[in-house]
C-alpha cells in the first residue's frame, strides 16, 4: 500500500513540476 501512497505524492508533484518544465521549454 506505501507504493500507492508514493505514487500518488509523486503524480500530484511530479505531474506538475514536470508541466511547467514542458511549458518553460
Do not use: C
Not at 507504493?3 to 518553460?24: H, K, N, P, Q
Request: net charge positive; hydrophobic share 55%; proline share 4%.
Amino acid at each position: 500500500m506505501p507504493r500507492l501512497l508514493l505514487a500518488r505524492r509523486a503524480l500530484r508533484g511530479a505531474t506538475f513540476t514536470e508541466y511547467l518544465i514542458v511549458i518553460g521549454a
